[in-house]
């Protein structure tokens, strides 16, 4: 049976404030178009302000002095945050059920904290090291000399090749492969010679890494991904590059080699950086773009090659209005004409 | 030993007619450029039309009234259909060898239908349901409470996390990632604090996922892949995202997050849309391109931002010639200041 | 204990020549920014030439004639290929330990040379022929009938398609599928049917493929990937594509059905091709480009479409010139109105 709770509940849950029936009751959440009379709804995005007047939602969480009338209302600061809190609350995780699978292959000489989960079909290298309550899913593949941080979970089929280091809380899901051999070739003649990539890859506390994404080793030293950075599906990290702390990456973009990332930036999905660059604290990439030079702190840029975003959107609108501008430069030409038949006339 | 057919019967079996020798015998088919004296090639692609006069093939598949000559030729209405029928004819698919293998892993309470396959090394979370002669590849993770459709397989090492839904017939391959976290976080001051994901991923029937993608489970209700939906190789369905039924999308697509795609839509290759957006009915989405707005129903769009087909390509028409603008305009200002200088001459 | 060499033992080895101290011991490898005093680092990119001055390196590996002072310099012809050799002399690969797993399943009729190593839960299936030193790795899944060469090695979780064929010396990374189904439909009203996908991939001698990468298998006959050609990260190469030898592709760059790439091509991340295009020896293609059309040999495009560089170059020029230009021509009115207005008043 689900849990319910009544609206102000939730509210102090959240530190909000109710417009409305305090004790209305409320078991479950659901989108606008979505929710029922006893459900919570929520407007997130402004884009879906219209909706709030149809829903048949009990009560909608909403931003605090959001004017909304003829439904009562959980107002709270931060409505995302509250959001994510009250999603929590009514779905909490699964129970965990620590132990070690018979039909995991477990190596020598490793160490394994209270509490750690090893999925069936999992293997463990021998010298590693998995932390207190870390969960390895069915499937992983964690290489020799890994350490796997407190409280962190390898969703099933990630693999870890040796020597990869993941820190506390990190949330690793199924298909991503952490350590593989950089892109490193050295061409003599007609042949390309591996370099081998004896470097590995550090993800830091708190990290979170969706699924089939691909960091690769360092040549030498490190690929490392900041703490707190979040890093959507399909993502290829290069060897040697450096995340900042504190990064969003959106789905299939890309930064090659050894190029570094500042804080809190943001890459929005489908972009990309060259390799070799330094990109700024907070800047931010926007979706199919192509960073070719080094950022500074802040930009905000787009384009390929990416630009900063106000000259790209002076060179897109002239590019819109080229067809008229080509038009005008006829007439141009003609009204030229004229005054060059009109003086020879009068020359001659 | 390859089975062999005579022209004759091949036409039968697709509704064409034969041009030539009803009785030739057919044992194969192959491309116009590999095919041997007793091969059936085909001409589905225009481009290659050509290559049918140097072809050593017995006879060529064609479009009906191809006006082909020179070689035997089966005609049929829908060459590139016949094609699927015939190549199906002479490469039957492997016989099923249905069973539980010893080494794959079945939780409790799993409801397993008749004939089924689950191959070695494959997990069946608890509550699972696998419809008739449904096929578990090695390797495989089915989460907890999923359900798998009868006649639909999953090829070695598909993920597929709690509580996914799959129809009947669909076909998922290899290191596909069904149900993972969509990438949703609340961002309060330098945090970005996890918005739980607690909706699911339905697939309907008749679908084909390839390799190495990844669709997200919803933040809150269903992410899905309608009916007769084609997804081709390392393509990102974000969180929410609804895909209307006989769509078809190329390899390294994305799509972000509670976007809704109509039904029977195009995406050609490395091509994305925006969050949020409505893709109309039939929408067809050049090869690269990125939506950032609405698309009306039938539109046929490129670029990036991408725009209506047509607008585009005289954008780009105007941008090819901008150079010889340039230099027009250039001309255009000596020509005037002639006339500048001779009126200037005038008036002095 | 790390080895230690001499740097004279060092030059002897990669044929170069010490400027400096032939004694000084050298015990590992670091870049200009990490290195110690017993370290040698190396500048195989002119980027990173000021470093030069700040690094605390034993010694530098350095291009013949680099004129760099100040520090004892390894001089050699090509020092990135050097560098892969030093990297070697350092870091040699991990014992093989060959053998087969009893945790792994090994299918009937299956041929496997000396000193194969299988991984625990991989699946070798029936028919297969696993050549000498082979290594499998962990969770692996070779299908039926499959061949793998002499000292290639599979990590963790590959995955190949029944009858794929690998040649010697390959190293393919995580997560890589090769043979999945091409995608292939022919539409008949409502319905796309599938078209069957019974050729096979051969990837040929010396290749090395990244993690998540994935090549299908040719609607009939082959998919190649030519010798020597290194493939990163989350690459598409799909059915019938033909990759000529020696040929570079980055990540997440893909290839639409049946283009044939000729041999030493190089692309950069995110590029891409159409179907049914020829590709010219040598031809390289920039970071996001696409190419649309065959190019010739020697070929050097970028863009979306992809257009030769030079060309590519102008009209990027002028699109940042185009709000001067619209400026230009705005004045140009300006003054032709007053020569207007100018005769006007003259002839009246």
Redesign the interface.
């Known amino acids: 049976v689900a849990k319910s709770y009544r609206l102000g509940q939730l509210a102090r849950h959240v530190g909000g404030a109710v417009r409305g029936d305090e004790n209305k009751p409320i078991s479950g959440?659901?989108?606008l178009g979505?929710a029922g009379p006893r459900e919570l709804s929520f407007l997130t995005?402004p884009?879906y302000r219209d909706l709030v007047r149809e829903t048949k939602a009990a009560a909608v969480l909403a931003p605090s002095g959001s004017g909304l009338e003829g439904i009562d209302l959980l107002e709270v600061a931060?409505p995302?945050?509250a959001?994510?809190s009250l999603?929590?609350l009514?779905?909490p995780p699964?129970p965990r059920r620590p132990g070690i699978?018979e039909?995991a292959?477990v190596g020598e000489s490793v160490t394994i904290g209270t509490e750690v989960s090893v999925?069936?079909?999992a293997?463990v290298g021998d010298g590693a090291v998995l932390g207190k309550r870390a969960v390895i899913?069915?499937?992983c593949?964690v290489g020799?000399d890994c350490r796997v941080g407190e409280e962190t979970e390898l969703?099933?089929?990630v693999?870890l090749?040796?020597g990869t280091v993941i820190g506390r809380r990190c949330?690793i899901?199924?298909?991503v492969?952490l350590g593989?051999?950089g892109?490193?070739?050295?061409t003599?003649g007609?042949?390309?010679?591996?370099?081998?990539q004896?470097g590995r890859v550090v993800v830091e506390d708190d990290v979170?890494i969706?699924?089939?994404t691909?960091v690769?080793r360092a040549?030498?030293?490190e690929t490392l991904i900041g703490e707190?950075s979040?890093i959507?599906?399909?993502v290829?990290i290069?060897h040697g590059v450096k995340i900042g702390p504190?990064t969003?990456m959106?789905?299939?973009a890309?930064v090659?080699g050894s190029t570094r990332v500042g804080r809190?930036t943001t890459w929005a999905?489908?972009s990309?950086a060259?390799g070799?660059l330094e990109i700024g604290d907070g800047a931010i990439i926007a979706?199919?773009s192509?960073v070719?030079k080094d950022l500074p702190a802040g930009a905000f840029v787009i384009g390929?090659p990416a630009v900063e975003h106000g000259r790209w959107k002076?060179?897109r609108a002239?590019?819109?209005?080229?067809?008229e501008?080509?038009q005008?430069?006829r007439k141009?030409?003609s009204?030229?004409e004229r005054?060059?038949a009109?003086?020879e006339k009068e020359?001659g």
Chains 1, 2, 3 share one sequence.
């Open positions: 959440i659901a989108p979505d995005n884009k931060e995302y945050l959001l994510a999603l929590a009514f779905h699964a699978s039909r292959h999925g069936p079909f293997v899913g069915a499937g593949v020799e969703k099933p089929r693999v090749y040796p949330l899901h199924s298909g492969v593989a051999d892109f490193g070739f050295a003599s007609d042949v390309h010679h591996k370099v081998p004896v979170e969706g699924a089939n691909t690769d040549a030498l030293g707190g979040k959507d599906n399909l290829m290069a504190g969003l959106a789905a299939q890309g090659a809190r999905g489908q990309g060259a070799h979706a199919k192509a070719l390929i002076r060179m002239s590019l819109n209005r080229l067809p501008l080509r005008e430069v141009l030409r009204r030229l005054l060059e009109l003086l020359e």
